[in-house]
């Protein structure tokens, strides 16, 4: 009985100790995060699109971090997604299609000789992206825009095109290989399938 | 062969097939001039130049063409005479395959030299001269990316330097160009290694060479000496090894020292020059000649003849490899540099550029097919061969699992792709493909990153502005509710009928009260800052006339000063009181029109929306979808009623203003408004008749037959629409017809161009038309037939427009 | 003909593949199994057949069951290096069905859960070899008497090798007896220079033929440094570890302890410092790290073969090792080109 007894005094006492350390190594070596929803926020693509049924990027932050899911942000797509599960470590699901699909990225382009100058796409742009002024035309900084889309619906006479930013020499780069299996040559990736089965 | 200099070690390395000697069989090669020269405009690194010739000019041999476009940039000139033949995106030599802007010369074959400018007394000019003499003839570093060189040396004039390493080694297999070129023009080369000394004044020169070279090594001891130079410029031979030609491995093997992460041999005081560079530099600064030629080494299985060319830039490949016989079913890769970090070429239209140092043109026998990537069995034979001491299985194992923050933790961007892991890779791991991918992902995520937080601070800046638009305004509501009242009470009172005019007085009257005062002390400073001004302007022409240099320059920056509050007290004044409205609503019918254009566009609204709750309905299946549809219908007459009225409205006024106006001038502004005004209305029915068109379709894809949609009037009013476009468009016609008159009376209408114009119209309705319909074929199979014959209808309507419009373009090309 | 478009390089170093690799490192194993073969029967080589055949299917079922190229896989020999490095570890003596059971083990468990080839954390082999010594003790530390001491021409007859592995129940009889290591830690009490007196199994001609077996290990592995499949730093580390505790406590207690000559030349000294630790895949990855990771070996080995409950440690001390390798890892990265100090740990965000 004694030997018990000392045993689990004996554990008391250490967990006691290892606690104090514990807490100690808390206090003494804290790091100071930002906030959940700031880091949150810091890795959604602040598009502003609303896609997510949010208005704007953070208010959404705000509701990830109330536990709404994580795959909502179309303009991030898998790998907002994947860094949105790494940082809350959940599991990275795939994006949800009903808040809009991920596409390749894009910028809005005003046909300038159509515009009627109504400024109806300036008061939407969340981002103030849009040039112009009431009866002249209008004209998008393509350096400014996110491609958010909230631009084309108010311009009555639809001169707002969303145009795919294309790949120059200066932004192209080497796919990921496709790994272990295949054969580096002039495919392109899509139509690379792996030497399954049939391989000699 | 003895070294000059002690040679250090540099970890790894690899001893790959050296294929040098194939390509040094023949002497230099000259081929002839190809049909046209493709000059790219971003031969270097950095900003693309920027043209200075137009299609059409012409061009003598050597005479600039494109002049650098920012810090990072270059000059380019033309490599022979001839005539800009094009200035067009082609094919050039990028790994990736893409086009890019290029100037294309057309060569006389004539080869008639601009006049030129050399320096021969460069050791009396001032470095700074020499420099940009440098940089305006497009030299650049010839051994790696295309550095510009004068912004190289540049560094050297802020620090200490303590070696000039001068980059011969030319490590990588296959390449003779470096080899071949000190062979050549040795003594043009150690001319150019002096001029670079004068610039740099550098402690010590090193040559660095590989040992294989024993030729090129001979004939440069020999020049060296006869000049008596072997005491100042050292050789250092070092041992074959890939990449002894890096320049970080070269800096390491003859100084011990590491150009830390991240930074520039600049920053250890040391410059890296390659030896064509050197030449390049004497050609400029002696001959007097541009950078507009170089030695390429022409080699591989597929060729009959490797060997080095003397060859200008902008030369096709695909006439080099004719001109070194090349069997192109031989041919299985094209390679753009040497076998190691060369990048594979698709296009053999691609041109020689300023960086090219070699076209390998290997079968399939010699550059086999690499085999299928295996797992990596972490063998550490690529840790061996990295010579920046790198782990490259880790970094394989980052890179491809995503895993970037640990990829740059174990140094991925102090890779320098050189290949040498890839090399000895038992499971044939494209490891360099790997790691780029990881860097360019890397990049673009940071890229992004940064673009996110600006798109985030505009956001948050739009936020707050709006805040305090909507808190000055209601500041400001709160001001004019006690003084003014009454005008409240008049914008709840006023006859909705004249709104408009209501609001733009109220706005005035509301305002005046508020702001009286302020626009009242604004004037008066006003008033003083342009007296002011008057005076200073007095006393700078005095000042001008008796020529008091250092007091011109005084006023004058008063005079600015003044300019720039007059300007504000300006600005300013026009904020606190608008310039008053009500004369622009001085046409009623204007008001009229306006209104009714609101109206239309709340119509409009409604329709939208209701169309929107539509389609939730019918998402949902929900019961209240006729009621819905039924509402859609009479909302819609309302939409096109108010829009015809509206039409009705704006010819009025047309007309109206058409009968007041009397003078030409004054027709004419009025016209051009009218003009506008009715583009505008078009534009506003052409919207409404593609929403018209897509309620059609959509009615069509939800099955409904073609009678339910006569019933439900759309196409009647789409016919309607069309009608009232018509008629838009012709009075515009009209219009524009009047206008031209009033403005240019000699000027004749043209009535010509306006059918080309309609001709063009119905053209492109046809093809927008056909366009759609093929949509909807893909939509609904089942009517796929029906909707075949539609399409061929359309298909002819659309020819027989395009013949119309062709006859039409025709004869007035005739006229 | 169409172009290729490959990033570089664009050259390969001929021939030497991962295959290739494979095969070299079965070929160094030659030497060894010549000599135990030689010594102790024809056991050992049966072993390996067995060996190789259990692999390979265990291999092509679950890379069918993976849904991944069965003959791409099966071509990189790696299967039949484990195998064989099993085939060679088991006693000569063990039942057929325990040598297939450790191989399906280490393919399976080992190796192919883990995502096959260059993914398991632990060397298969010595998964294997730990998993039958753990349930199948009794088998697994009897080893054949060499031929001279057993002094019976009969141990080393292909019959004899036959039935002792294919019989229903593990012979136990007066041909085997236990390792000179596993006789060493069960003197029970005795002296040193006793119990090499007097016991059987630690009779000069027993012992020499464990120097034989090791000093074939040894130069197997001598060519495979020679044709740079390993690097020095893991083995030299191991044997010098190993050597410098046998040393240590010999000095202290010359009476108890085996010389450091008996630890090297004894059990799997050689063949767990050249063939086992030197697997890639499970081992540190750089060669500060292969230093510490053989350096731990030994010293684990010594341990274990002294106060710990089996005669032999290799397998346990390479497994112990394989747990570390990734944190060796992260603290011995070399200093890379361009930078002061090598990187330490896994601290993210000094990076930059
Ligand atoms: S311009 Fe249009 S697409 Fe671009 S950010 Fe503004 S609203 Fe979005
Ligand atoms: S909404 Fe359309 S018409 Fe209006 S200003 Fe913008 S681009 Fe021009
Ligand atoms: S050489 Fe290839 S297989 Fe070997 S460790 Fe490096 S990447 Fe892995
Ligand atoms: S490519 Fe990069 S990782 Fe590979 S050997 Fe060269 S420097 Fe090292």
Redesign the interface.
């Known amino acids: 009985m004694t030997t018990i007894l000392i045993a689990v005094g004996i554990l008391l006492v250490l967990s006691l100790i290892f606690g104090a350390i514990l807490g100690f190594a808390n206090v003494r070596f804290h790091v100071e995060g930002d906030p959940i929803v700031a880091q949150i926020d810091a890795i959604l693509p602040q598009t502003q699109c609303g896609q997510c049924g949010h208005p704007g990027c953070r208010p959404y932050a705000e509701a990830i971090a109330n536990g709404e899911a994580i795959n909502h942000c179309p303009p991030g797509g898998q790998a907002t997604i994947q860094a949105l599960a790494d940082l809350l470590d959940v599991e990275a699901i795939p994006l949800d299609g009903d808040h809009g699909e991920e596409t390749a990225k894009r910028v809005a382009v005003i046909r300038e000789d159509e515009c009627i100058g109504c400024t109806k796409c300036i008061q939407a742009c969340p981002v103030d992206a849009i040039l112009g002024a009431a009866k002249q035309m209008h004209t998008v900084i393509a350096d400014e825009c996110t491609g958010c889309d909230l631009c084309i619906d108010p311009c009555p006479v639809d001169c707002i095109d969303m145009v795919e930013i294309g790949v120059t020499t200066k932004t192209w780069s080497w796919d990921k290989p496709v790994g272990p299996m295949s054969r580096p040559g002039n495919l392109i990736a899509s139509d690379r399938q792996p030497l399954m089965e049939a391989s000699h | 062969m003895p070294s000059d200099v002690t040679v250090f070690e ?2 790894g390395g ?1 001893h ?2 050296q294929n040098k000697t194939q390509s040094l069989q023949l002497p230099l090669g000259n081929p002839k001039l190809p049909d046209e020269l493709v000059l790219p405009l ?1 031969q270097h690194i950095g900003q693309m130049s920027r043209p200075l010739v137009k299609v059409g000019d012409r061009v003598l041999k050597g005479q600039t063409i494109a002049i650098n476009n920012g810090f990072l940039s270059s000059f380019l000139h033309a490599p022979t005479s001839g005539r800009i033949s094009a200035i067009e995106e082609r094919a ?1 030599a ?5 086009s ?1 802007l290029c100037i294309i010369i057309e060569p006389d074959n004539k080869e008639t030299w601009c006049e030129l400018r050399p320096m021969p007394l460069w050791q009396e000019s001032t470095k700074t001269d020499v420099l940009t003499y440098l940089a305006e003839m497009g030299i650049v570093g010839m051994g790696g990316a295309g550095f510009p060189t004068q912004v190289k040396l540049q560094g050297a004039q802020k620090n200490d330097l303590d070696y000039l390493i001068i980059n011969a080694a030319e490590c990588e ?1 296959y390449i003779t160009a470096d080899d071949m070129l000190i062979r050549e023009k040795t003594s043009h080369l150690v001319q150019g290694i002096q001029i670079l000394q004068f610039l740099v004044e550098a402690n010590n020169v090193i040559i660095g060479i590989e040992d294989n070279k024993e030729k090129a090594i001979e004939l440069l001891q020999n020049e060296l000496r006869v000049r008596q130079l072997d005491k100042q410029i050292k050789i250092a031979v070092v041992p074959t090894k890939y990449p002894s030609g890096g320049e ?1 491995q070269l800096i ?1 093997l003859l100084t011990d020292r ?6 520039h041999p600049i920053d250890i005081g040391i410059i890296c020059q390659n030896v064509g560079t050197c030449s390049a530099i004497y050609d400029a600064v002696v001959l007097g000649q541009p950078l507009i030629s170089r030695i390429t080494t022409l080699t591989g299985a597929a060729l009959e003849h490797p060997q080095n060319v003397e060859v200008l830039l902008g030369t096709p490949i695909e006439h080099l490899l004719n001109y070194a016989g090349c069997d ?2 031989q ?5 753009m ?1 040497g ?8 296009n ?1 239209q691609a041109p020689i550029i300023k960086t090219t140092n070699c076209i ?1 043109a ?1 079968s ?1 026998k010699e ?1 086999p ?13 690529c ?2 061969a990295c ?5 490259p ?2 970094l394989l194992w980052f ?2 699992s ?1 895993e970037f ?2 990829a ?4 991925l961007f ?1 890779c320098i ?1 050189c ?2 892991c ?9 490891l ?3 790691y ?2 990881g860097k ?2 890397i990049r ?2 940071r890229d ?2 940064i ?6 601070l ?2 948050e ?2 936020k707050a502005r709006q805040e305090a638009e909507a808190a000055e305004k209601e500041a400001k509501r709160l001001a004019r509710k006690k003084p003014a009242p009454k005008a409240d009470k008049a914008k709840v009172d006023a006859p909705t009928n004249d709104v408009t005019t209501a609001k733009a007085d109220n706005a005035n009257k509301a305002e005046k009260p508020a702001n009286n005062e302020a626009s009242k002390k604004l004037k008066i400073d006003l008033a003083i800052a342009k007296a002011k001004m008057k005076k200073l302007e007095k006393a700078l022409t005095a000042a001008q006339e008796e020529t008091r240099t250092e007091e011109i320059n005084q006023l004058q920056t008063e005079v600015n000063e003044q300019k720039n509050t007059i300007q504000q007290l300006e600005d300013e004044l026009t904020k606190v009181a608008p310039p008053a409205k009500v004369t622009k609503v001085a046409n009623p019918n204007e008001a009229g029109v306006k209104q009714l254009k609101i109206d239309a ?1 709340i119509a409009k609204a409604s329709v939208k929306k209701l169309e929107k709750a539509i389609k939730k309905a019918e998402d949902i299946n929900a019961p209240e979808l006729e009621t819905l549809k039924s509402q859609l219908t009479p909302a819609i007459l309302r939409a096109n009623e108010l829009e015809k009225s509206l039409a009705s409205a704006q010819e009025a006024a047309a007309k109206s203003s058409d009968s007041t106006a009397t003078q030409a001038e004054e027709l004419s502004e009025q016209a051009k408004a009218d003009t506008k005004k009715l ?2 209305d078009i ?2 029915a ?2 409404a008749i ?1 929403k018209a068109k897509k309620n059609i379709d959509a009615m069509k894809a939800e099955g409904q037959d073609d009678a339910a949609i006569d019933a439900s009037g759309l196409p009647q009013k789409l016919a309607e629409h069309e009608a009232n476009i018509t008629g838009l468009q012709q009075k515009l016609t009209d219009l524009t017809a009047t206008d031209s008159k009033t403005e240019k009376p000699s000027a004749e209408v043209n009535p010509l161009a306006d059918k080309i114009k309609k001709q063009k119209i119905a053209v492109a309705l046809a093809k927008a038309q056909i366009s759609k319909l093929t949509k909807r074929m893909e939509k609904e199979p089942e009517k796929a037939a029906e909707i075949q014959l539609e399409i061929e209808a359309k298909q002819a309507a659309q020819t027989t427009a395009e013949t119309e419009l062709a006859q039409l373009l025709n004869t007035q090309e005739k006229n | 003909m169409a172009l290729l478009r490959i990033t570089s390089p664009h050259t390969q170093r001929a021939g030497r593949k991962t295959s290739w690799v494979m095969l070299m490192v079965i070929a160094a194993t030659i030497p060894g199994l010549v000599v135990q073969t030689a010594l102790f029967g024809w056991g050992t080589l049966i072993n390996i057949l067995i060996a190789v055949a259990a692999a390979l299917v265990s291999e092509a079922i679950i890379l069918k069951m993976r849904q991944r190229s069965i003959g791409f896989f099966l071509k990189d020999y790696s299967a039949v290096l484990t195998a064989v490095l099993l085939g060679l570890a088991l006693p000569p003596s063990v039942p057929w069905w325990l040598t297939v059971t450790a191989v399906s083990f280490a393919i399976i468990f080992a190796k192919q859960v883990y995502g096959g080839l260059g993914n398991n954390p632990f060397n298969p082999a010595m998964v294997g070899y730990a998993i039958v010594l753990v349930s199948f003790p009794v088998p697994m530390t009897q080893w054949l008497g060499s031929a001279d001491v057993v002094a019976t021409q009969d141990t080393l007859s292909f019959v004899h090798s036959i039935a002792a592995i294919f019989s229903s129940a593990p012979v136990i009889d007066g041909y085997t007896m236990a390792t000179p290591l596993d006789a060493f830690k069960h003197k029970e009490g005795l002296m040193s220079s006793e119990a090499f007196a007097s016991v059987e199994a630690l009779s000069s001609g027993n012992l020499s033929s464990w120097f034989y077996v090791n000093m074939a290990y040894l130069a197997g592995g001598l060519a495979l440094l020679y044709f740079r499949i390993i690097t020095w730093h893991t083995p030299v580390a191991l044997l010098g570890a190993l050597a410098v505790m046998a040393s240590l406590f010999y000095m202290i207690d010359a009476s108890n302890a085996a010389t450091p000559y008996f630890h090297l030349t004894t059990g799997a000294a050689m063949f767990g410092a050249f063939f086992i630790a030197t697997d890639p895949v499970s081992s540190c990855t750089s060669n500060k790290g292969k230093l510490f990771y053989g350096c731990g070996i030994g010293v684990l080995i010594f341990i274990i073969r002294t106060w710990g409950g089996y005669p032999d440690a290799v397998a346990f001390a390479v497994l112990l090792m394989n747990f570390a390798a990734p944190f060796i890892d992260y603290y011995s990265q070399p200093r890379a080109y361009g930078h002061k100090k090598a990187k330490k740990g896994l601290k993210i965000g000094d990076s930059q």
């Open positions: 540099f970890h690899i790959p097939e971003g050039i990028h790994p990736s395959g893409l890019d297999p970080k390491q590491e150009v830390p992460s991240g930074k192109h079913s041919l299985q890769r094209l390679i540099g076998p190691m970090m060369g990048f594979t070429l698709e053999q390998l290997g399939a550059l097919q690499p085999e299928p990537e295996q797992a990596c069995i972490r063998c550490g034979m840790e061996q010579p920046a001491s790198l782990l299985q880790q890179t491809k995503q923050e640990k740059e933790h174990y140094n102090d792709e290949g040498a890839s090399y000895v890779c038992p499971s044939s791991i494209p360099v493909q790997y780029r991918h360019s992902a673009e995520a992004a990153t673009k996110s937080d600006h798109a985030k505009r956001f800046a739009r566009a583009k505008i534009a506003i052409n919207a593609k």
